[in-house]
């Protein structure tokens, strides 16, 4: 820290100087996931919509790709068999994102269950499957079923869920949109009462049934947040409920943001890490410049100066260190899931025997998600993270895939774990030997249980324990954050919110317009809060 503030002070008086007027309005974005790159993108829209001409945008991105956790790798390293290593669905309320795949021409497909005759769901508790239905795009609302089992819990759990995210998309319109602050926002929307509540309290306040809550929504929260519902705040629950609908972009989720990031007319540099973050005084408006310290894929290190900085990565784990007074609002570090996804493929199918079924079954399930055991601690904090008695979050079956070295057809599976996948816990999944090495010697005749492995680790979204604050997007003077949102809600659309929210600001600033503040009602009262969601 000190070291770094001595070097930038003493470089700051080298840098070349860079007046507005020759190089522009400087904005350094650094981070191109979701959050960066709808910023790039955004700050371009709303400068060319404002007549602001002199918007210079950098965007920073330490690795050799843009999209962040929105990732895709390939099935046995072919451009051809993408697959989503990270971010996987989206909804059409998702306006951000389905503007952007309309706009860009990208292809949507449906990202639904395995599509498949055989395609069956069921959520697995370690003992049992307490629920099974069929898999084939129906998503979480095949109703007929639900209703048959659980009355009347999924007409009030979803009623709920359509209050909730219909409140939620009121931060996309003025008045609540731009926002300098989060918590403001999130109290004047009345959605802190959601996010101050176990997502197990706010159903239970609105009598939506045990057994449906135990069974289908945990079963949700712990597949799109790796999280029981005792242990997750209301407002991500209700967004882990949304995904019916859910689509994908074909080939990569990740190209929606490559196409904002170049839309953006920013200096992409990949390859390009942030370091080091200094303030120094400005000669002119703005009052503070920022200087920043670079590493290149080579090692070179440079120091630029810019007029604005957004941080778009979650800072504890940026590797940035901010010198003294850089950062006005301290950024405070969350818990972070630690998600082991696991994608591989394989010619069988999983046994029978595995899941408590007669060999040869048919009713084995495709795809397994899972919910506490009876006997699991209710809070569901035994086991590695609360996995409880199943001791995974999920297993899909994606699809069929053809094996391009054998011109085999076989299963793409993706696995969803507090803990590294082992080669036994693959033996009892398959019912047959997976070596140590998870894929077996291709040298001999026989062909390996698994032919191809990829296993990837995430910080891959905040421990959502319930929380009435939230770390606003405006953390110094010109230096704005994204990541506060995450512990909000997760999700790619939520990321590209804030980032549009953030340019929106940044825009409004430089031309002195004091926008995003707290909503005003026409009373002229400085109190838009609404009415409560569901029962208290
Ligand atoms: C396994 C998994 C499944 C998920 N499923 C879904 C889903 O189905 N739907 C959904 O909407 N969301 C999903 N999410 C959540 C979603 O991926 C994230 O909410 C969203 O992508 C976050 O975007 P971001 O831009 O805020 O952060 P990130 O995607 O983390 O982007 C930050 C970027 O900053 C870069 N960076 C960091 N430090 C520096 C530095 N010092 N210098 C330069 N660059 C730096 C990083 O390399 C990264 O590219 C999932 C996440 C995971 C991990
Ligand atoms: C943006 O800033 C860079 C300096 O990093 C400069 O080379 C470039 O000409 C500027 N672009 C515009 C459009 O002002
Ligand atoms: C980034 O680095 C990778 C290797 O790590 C290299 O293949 C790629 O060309 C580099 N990209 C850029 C734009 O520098
Ligand atoms: C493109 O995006 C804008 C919003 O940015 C939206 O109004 C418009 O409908 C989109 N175009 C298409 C073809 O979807």
């Given at each position: 820290m000190k070291l770094s503030h001595r070097l930038v002070a003493g470089?700051?008086?080298?840098?070349?100087?860079l007046p507005s007027?020759?190089?522009?309005?400087?904005?350094?974005?650094?981070?191109?996931?979701?959050?960066?790159?709808?910023?790039?993108?955004?700050?371009?829209?709303?400068?060319?919509?404002?007549?602001?001409?002199?918007?210079n945008i950098t965007l920073f991105e330490k690795t050799d790709h843009i999209g962040g956790r929105t990732l895709t790798a390939h099935a046995f390293g072919d451009a051809n068999q993408p697959v989503e290593l990270g971010a996987s669905i989206f909804v059409q309320i998702n306006e951000i994102l389905w503007n952007a795949a309309a706009n860009?021409?990208?292809?949507?497909?449906?990202?639904?269950?395995?599509?498949?005759?055989?395609?069956?769901?069921?959520?697995?508790?370690?003992?049992?499957?307490?629920?099974?239905?069929?898999?084939?795009?129906?998503?979480?609302?095949?109703?007929?079923?639900?209703?048959?089992?659980?009355?009347?819990?999924?007409?009030?759990?979803?009623?709920?869920?359509q209050a909730t995210i219909q409140r939620f998309l009121e931060l996309y319109r003025a008045p609540y949109f731009p926002f300098r602050s989060l918590t403001t926002r999130a109290y004047e929307l009345e959605l802190t009462f959601v996010t101050s509540q176990t997502g197990q309290q706010f159903l239970d306040?609105?009598?939506?049934?045990?057994?449906?809550?135990?069974?289908?929504?945990?079963?949700?929260?712990?597949?799109?947040y790796a999280s029981n519902l005792a242990r997750i705040h209301g407002l991500d629950a209700m967004v882990a409920l949304a995904p019916s609908g859910a689509s994908q972009i074909r080939g990569g989720n990740w190209q929606i943001f490559d196409h904002m990031a170049r839309a953006s007319g920013a200096d992409i540099r990949l390859n390009t890490s942030i370091t080091h973050l200094d303030k120094v005084p400005g000669t002119g408006p703005p009052e503070t410049k920022y200087v920043i310290k670079t590493t290149d894929a080579f090692g070179v290190e440079s120091e630029e100066e810019y007029d604005n900085v957004v941080l778009a990565s979650p800072f504890q784990f940026s590797g940035i260190e901010a010198?003294?007074?850089?950062?006005?609002?301290?950024?405070?570090?969350?818990?972070?899931?630690?998600?082991?996804?696991?994608?591989?493929?394989?010619?069988?199918?999983?046994?029978?025997?595995?899941?408590?079924?007669?060999p040869g079954s048919k009713n084995v399930p495709t795809t397994v998600l899972?919910?506490?055991?009876?006997?699991d601690d209710d809070q569901g904090s035994s086991g590695a993270d609360g996995s409880g008695?199943?001791?995974?979050?999920?297993?899909?079956?994606?699809?069929?895939?053809?094996?391009?070295?054998t011109l085999r057809e076989e299963y793409l599976y993706k696995i969803f774990s507090p803990e590294a996948v082992t080669p036994e816990f693959l033996s009892g999944l398959f019912g047959v030997e997976v070596p140590d090495t998870f894929i077996g010697d291709t040298s001999t005749t026989e062909l390996p249980v698994i032919s191809w492995y990829y296993p990837h680790v995430f910080h891959s979204y905040p421990k959502a324990l319930p929380r009435v604050t939230f770390q606003d997007p405006v953390v110094g003077d010109g230096l704005?954050?994204?990541?506060?949102?995450?512990?909000?809600?997760?999700?790619?659309?939520?990321?590209a919110l804030m980032g549009k929210n953030v340019a929106r600001l940044i825009v409004d600033d430089i031309q002195g317009l004091s926008t995003g503040g707290a909503v005003l009602m026409e009373n002229g009262e400085e109190d838009g809060k609404k009415t409560v969601i569901g029962e208290l």
């Open positions: 470089a700051a008086g080298l840098l070349l100087a007027a020759v190089h522009g309005h400087r904005i350094a974005v650094i981070g191109a996931g979701a959050a960066g790159s709808s910023t790039a993108f955004h700050l371009r829209q709303f400068a060319d919509a404002d007549g602001v001409d002199n918007v860009f021409s990208l292809p949507l497909q449906p990202a639904g269950g395995f599509d498949d005759d055989a395609a069956l769901l069921g959520i697995w508790d370690g003992d049992k499957f307490v629920y099974t239905q069929d898999d084939r795009s129906s998503g979480w609302w095949n109703l007929v079923r639900l209703v048959w089992k659980y009355g009347t819990a999924p007409y009030r759990a979803n009623k709920l869920m306040a609105n009598n939506v049934g045990t057994s449906f809550s135990h069974d289908i929504v945990q079963a949700s929260t712990r597949v799109n010198g003294d007074g850089v950062l006005q609002n301290a950024i405070d570090g969350i818990p972070y899931v630690k998600l082991h996804v696991t994608l591989f493929t394989s010619p069988l199918q999983f046994d029978a025997a595995f899941f408590g079924f007669e899972t919910t506490l055991a009876d006997d008695k199943a001791g995974f979050f999920s297993i899909s079956t994606l699809r069929r895939v053809i094996n391009p070295s704005y954050y994204t990541s506060g949102i995450e512990s909000f809600i997760s999700t790619m659309e939520t990321s």
